[in-house]
């Protein structure tokens, strides 16, 4: 099990950059696969992004080229810079540990949940 405590949202106008943290607790943070999910209104909850245990990375097709995930194992964080940002990325954003994966691809999140951080992008 671990915590996670997420920041960094707010309001942006479209084409700036925010950076979503998470932070965890526990002594196995490095262990764990971690990602990044995200839901809009009147949307399905959706995979934005995840790094698993040995630095690799998967995004979604929507963000590739705008966003990067990053992990920081000596801080138990987990970080989502993202950069031209557009309407459609407004969206609660959620970090997630414990990714499962096939065959290098994700194929279902962890159990453990960050309480999402909300993120508008709006003129």
């Known amino acids: 099990q671990v915590q996670l405590v997420e920041s960094g949202g707010g309001l942006v106008q479209p084409g700036g950059s925010l950076r979503l943290s998470c932070a965890a607790s526990g002594r196995t943070f490095s262990s764990y696969a971690m990602g990044w999910y995200r839901q809009a209104p009147g949307k399905q909850r959706e995979l934005v992004a995840a790094?698993?245990?040995?630095?690799?990375?998967n995004y979604a097709d929507s963000v590739k080229g705008r966003f990067t995930i990053s992990r920081d194992n000596a801080k138990n964080t987990v970080y989502l810079q993202m950069n031209s940002l557009k309407p459609e990325d407004t969206a609660v954003y959620y970090c997630n540990a414990g990714l499962k994966y096939r065959s290098g691809a994700v194929v279902a999140p962890g159990d453990d949940w960050g309480q999402g951080t909300q993120v508008t992008v709006s003129s």
């Open positions: 790094v698993s245990r040995y630095g690799n990375t």
